[in-house]
């Protein structure tokens, strides 16, 4: 199987609005190639865009397990856990990802948006 031709399919399928043919396409590929980060990130991202939150937090954790410092991650898993209606588990991620890369505008927003939930939660 040549795995770079597939990963450019799947990134295709992903960028024209299919994450699950994308997810399809990925699967097989991280299986072969568990230390692939790209890849892996982008089977997240399908996940993600797929609502299949539980896969996408798996395949982020272990990208963080892999790279403590991978913010983008971070930032990831902090929306799939908060769109798993667990802000207080988002809250980690959401303000690592912010720390590293305080520049980012997204990641501020995400922040913000759980820290008001997990107050008001109080």
């Known amino acids: 199987m040549d795995f770079l031709a ?9 960028e024209a609005g299919d994450p699950t043919g994308a997810a399809r396409l990925l699967e097989p590929i991280v299986a ?8 892996r990130q982008l089977l997240a991202r399908a996940y993600f865009q797929s609502a299949q939150l539980s896969r996408a937090e798996e395949q982020l ?8 410092s991978d913010h983008y991650a971070h930032h990831v898993l902090g929306r799939t856990l908060e769109r798993l209606n667990r802000p207080a588990d988002a809250l980690r991620h959401l303000r690592i990802a912010a720390a590293m890369h305080s520049h980012n505008d997204d990641y501020a927003t995400a922040l913000r ?6 107050g008001a939660g109080r």
Do not use: C, H, K
């Not at 954790?61 to 403590?68: H, K, M, V």
């Open 6 to 14: 597939e990963y450019r399919r799947a990134t295709m399928f992903f």
């Open 32 to 39: 072969a190639e568990p230390g692939n980060a790209s890849v």
């Open 61 to 68: 954790r272990e990208l963080i397990d892999r790279d403590p």
């Open 113 to 118: 948006r759980v820290e008001s939930r997990v």
